[in-house]
């Protein structure tokens, strides 16, 4: 019987004595996470931009497409991370 109800505590987050031991910090990481989550939603107007910009680049310019499509890569692999962490 005790172990059943230390273990109940334990998966509330209670400590020994019946208090909330750890909201605080898990209520400011959550707030942290939402923060980035909600910013990251901004990185697909730059994906669309520098994906849109490499054929202007390649042909008018010259130069800057890889970097341009490199660029857009990583912003794209960002993206799908947070969208993915958000979606769970």
Same mark, same amino acid.
């Given at each position: 019987m005790w172990g059943w109800s230390k273990d109940a505590n334990i998966r509330a987050g209670l400590s !020994? !004595? +019946?208090k909330i031991a750890t909201s605080g910090i *898990?209520? /400011? =990481?959550?707030?942290i996470v +939402? /923060?980035? =989550?909600a910013a990251a939603k901004? *990185?697909? =107007?730059?994906v669309v931009t %520098? %994906? /849109?910009l490499q054929w202007p680049l390649r042909t008018i310019v010259g130069t800057y497409s890889r970097e341009a499509n490199d660029l +857009?890569?990583?912003l794209f692999a960002l993206y799908v991370a947070a969208s993915i962490a958000a979606a769970t």
């Open positions: !020994s !004595s +019946g *898990l209520r /400011f =990481l959550d707030q +939402g /923060f980035v =989550l901004w *990185l697909a =107007l730059p %520098l %994906l /849109f +857009g890569q990583w």
